[in-house]
C-alpha cells in the first residue's frame, strides 16, 4: 500500500474510533468526545495496543505516516493555543486587576508547586525521569506547569453543560484561566528557552511588539470575511519567528492570539476553535 494509503487508514482509526465510542456508548454524560477522543489516542498509541500488537502499530503509523500525522497535530495545538491566547480579555482583566490576580494566582499557583514537588520525588525515585539532556530546574518547572495547565475545550465544555458559558460566571472563569494560561506560556517559554540564542530573542520580542501594532491596525480595516485569513497568516509568522528565536512555536502561537480581539470574530467560530473541532 501506498503512504498516501495507510495516511488515511490512520486518520479513519483517529476520527471514526473515538466517534463510535463515544456515541455507542452513550459518554457524554460523564466523558466529552473530547476526552474520549483523549484516551482513545493513548489506546491507539506505542504504549497500549502498539505493545500488545506491534505489527498493527508498524504497519498503521509508519515513520512517515506519524511525520505527517505530527504536522497536523502541531498546527492543530497552534490554533488551539492561539485561541486561548484571544479568549483573554486584557482591558476586562485590567479593570477586575485584583479580583482576577488573586483568583488567578491561586489556581495557577496550587497545582504547579504540588507538580514541582512531584517532580523533585521523580527525580530521587529509581535513578530519576529526567532526560539526559534537561537540567534539574527544568525538570522541576516543566512538572510543575504540565500540573498547572488548563483543559480549555474541557472547561468550555463542562461550562456549556452547567449552562454558564458566556454568562456572567462563565466569563469570570475563562479569565482566570487565560491568567493563568499566560503564567503557563511564560513559564514554557523558559524552560525551553535557548540560552545561546538570546539576541535573536531579543530581536523577536522587540520586532514582535512594533509588528503587532500593525498588524491590529490591519485587523480593524479588513472585512469579516478576510480576518481569518489574515490571522491564520499570522498565527504562522509569529509561531515560526519564536520557534526560531528559541522560544519555541506554541509560545508564538499564544503571543499571536494575545495581540488579537476576541471581537472581531464570530462567538460561534471562537467556540468552534477553542472545542477542538477546527
Known amino acids: 500500500m501506498t503512504i498516501t494509503e495507510i495516511f488515511l487508514i490512520a486518520m479513519v482509526l483517529i476520527l471514526a474510533v473515538p466517534f463510535l465510542v463515544w456515541r455507542i456508548f452513550r459518554t457524554d454524560y460523564f466523558a466529552p468526545l473530547?476526552?474520549?477522543?483523549?484516551?482513545?489516542?493513548?489506546?491507539?498509541?506505542?504504549?497500549?495496543?502498539g505493545a500488545a500488537f506491534p505489527k498493527y502499530y508498524h504497519f498503521v503509523f509508519t515513520p512517515q505516516v506519524t511525520l505527517a500525522l505530527g504536522g497536523i497535530g502541531w498546527w492543530s495545538v497552534m490554533i488551539f493555543v492561539w485561541v486561548a491566547g484571544l479568549e483573554l480579555d486584557l482591558p476586562k482583566a485590567w479593570q477586575h486587576k485584583r479580583e482576577s490576580g488573586v483568583t488567578a494566582s491561586f489556581?495557577?499557583?496550587?497545582?504547579?508547586?504540588?507538580?514541582?514537588?512531584?517532580?523533585l520525588l521523580l527525580m530521587a525515585w529509581r535513578g530519576g525521569w529526567m532526560g539526559a539532556r534537561t537540567q534539574p530546574w527544568q525538570f522541576v518547572l516543566g512538572v510543575?506547569?504540565?500540573?498547572?495547565?488548563?483543559?480549555?475545550?474541557?472547561?468550555?465544555?463542562?461550562?456549556?453543560?452547567?449552562?454558564?458559558l458566556r454568562k456572567p460566571l462563565g466569563d469570570r472563569i475563562l479569565r482566570y484561566a487565560s491568567i493563568d494560561d499566560i503564567a503557563i506560556w511564560g513559564v514554557l517559554g523558559l524552560?525551553?528557552?535557548?540560552w545561546n540564542r538570546l539576541q535573536r530573542q531579543a530581536l523577536f520580542l522587540g520586532g514582535y511588539f512594533v509588528v503587532s501594532y500593525g498588524?491590529?491596525?490591519?485587523?480593524?480595516?479588513?472585512?469579516?470575511?478576510?480576518?481569518?485569513?489574515?490571522?491564520?497568516?499570522?498565527?504562522?509568522?509569529?509561531?515560526?519567528?519564536?520557534?526560531?528565536?528559541?522560544?519555541?512555536?506554541?509560545?508564538?502561537?499564544?503571543?499571536?492570539g494575545v495581540v488579537m480581539d476576541?471581537?472581531?470574530?464570530?462567538?460561534?467560530?471562537?467556540?468552534?476553535c477553542g472545542g477542538s473541532s477546527c
Do not use: N
Open 107 to 119: 489556581a495557577f499557583c496550587t497545582p504547579f508547586v504540588f507538580g514541582c514537588v512531584a517532580a
Open 191 to 194: 524552560v525551553l528557552m535557548d
Open 34 to 49: 473530547v476526552v474520549v477522543q483523549i484516551i482513545t489516542g493513548i489506546l491507539l498509541g506505542p504504549g497500549l495496543l
Open 262 to 272: 476576541a471581537a472581531w470574530f464570530s462567538r460561534q467560530d471562537l467556540d468552534c
Open 144 to 164: 510543575g506547569m504540565s500540573c498547572s495547565v488548563t483543559a480549555l475545550p474541557i472547561l468550555v465544555l463542562l461550562m456549556e453543560k452547567l449552562d454558564i
Open 215 to 256: 498588524f491590529r491596525r490591519l485587523m480593524k480595516r479588513l472585512a469579516d470575511a478576510d480576518r481569518w485569513y489574515a490571522s491564520l497568516v499570522w498565527l504562522a509568522g509569529v509561531g515560526f519567528a519564536a520557534d526560531w528565536c528559541g522560544m519555541h512555536f506554541m509560545v508564538g502561537a499564544f503571543l499571536a
